[in-house]
T-cell receptor
Framework: GENVEQHPSTLSVQEGDSAVIKCTYSDSASNYFPWYKQELGKRPQLIIDIRSNVGEKKDQRIAVTLNKTAKHFSLHITETQPEDSAVYFCAAKSSGTYKYIFGTGTRLKVLA | KAGVTQTPRYLIKTRGQQVTLSCSPISGHRSVSWYQQTPGQGLQFLFEYFSETQRNKGNFPGRFSGRQFSNSRSEMNVSTLELGDSALYLC???????????FGPGTRLTVL
């Protein structure tokens, strides 16, 4: 069945350093890959997404890359700040379906 | 525009009881998806509704059911509650023409 693996489960970085979170999906029909940030006690918020016809997308300090051949996609956060501390989830959605498969999350801690 | 709302926000039930959760999507959004979030498991897809029709279903037992009304509001029902049903239940809505989902604040269900 469909599956999305996410690594690492926890990540600690010093303020100002970069953070990278990686996801692997199993369904080759996946064509939409969103990333969500969930702060403690709050709802998940979409921070960036990418479609299968694009290899990379940037939004200020956040970027996502997609390797369709390897079925990998990654979230890159540069110049991390304490307010980036949260749980990040990747997800994949296949064309022709309305079902989103989520990774198990990465708890990012940015140390001041 | 008002965001996605969910009621109630917190619920405590005992084993064997049933529960109904409600989700009101953003105005104009006709797709509503439901997720179960537990520590370590991430977000697991329950089902998705569009125009009162269930289009996709996740791998949950038949005790979990849902429906959508003509105004796009959705409800999910869990019958014969088990301790393992304790979780945060999130709903998300989206426009018919996009994949971007907006989450509600969730309903925290505790089964004793």
């Amino acid at each position: 069945g469909e599956n999305v693996e996410q690594h690492p489960s926890t990540l600690s970085v010093q303020e100002g350093d970069s953070a990278v979170i990686k996801c692997t999906y199993s369904d080759s029909a996946s064509n939409y890959f969103p990333w969500y940030k969930q702060e403690l006690g709050k709802r998940p918020q979409l921070i960036i997404d990418i479609r299968s016809n694009v290899g990379e997308k940037k939004d200020q300090r956040i970027a996502v890359t997609l390797n369709k051949t390897a079925k990998h996609f990654s979230l890159h956060i540069t110049e991390t700040q304490p307010e980036d501390s949260a749980v990040y989830f990747c997800a994949a959605k296949s064309s022709g379906t309305y079902k989103y498969i989520f990774g198990t999350g990465t708890r990012l801690k940015v140390l001041a | 525009k008002a965001g996605v709302t969910q009621t109630p926000r917190y619920l405590i039930k005992t084993r064997g009881q049933q529960v109904t959760l409600s989700c009101s999507p953003i105005s104009g959004h006709r797709s509503v998806s439901w997720y179960q979030q537990t520590p370590g498991q991430g977000l697991q897809f329950l089902f998705e509704y569009f125009s009162e029709t269930q289009r996709n279903k996740g791998n949950f037992p038949g005790r979990f059911s849902g429906r959508q009304f003509s105004n796009s509001r959705s409800e999910m029902n869990v019958s014969t509650l088990e301790l393992g049903d304790s979780a945060l239940y999130l709903c998300a809505s989206s426009l018919p023409t996009t994949d971007e989902q907006f989450f509600g604040p969730g309903t925290r269900l505790t089964v004793l």
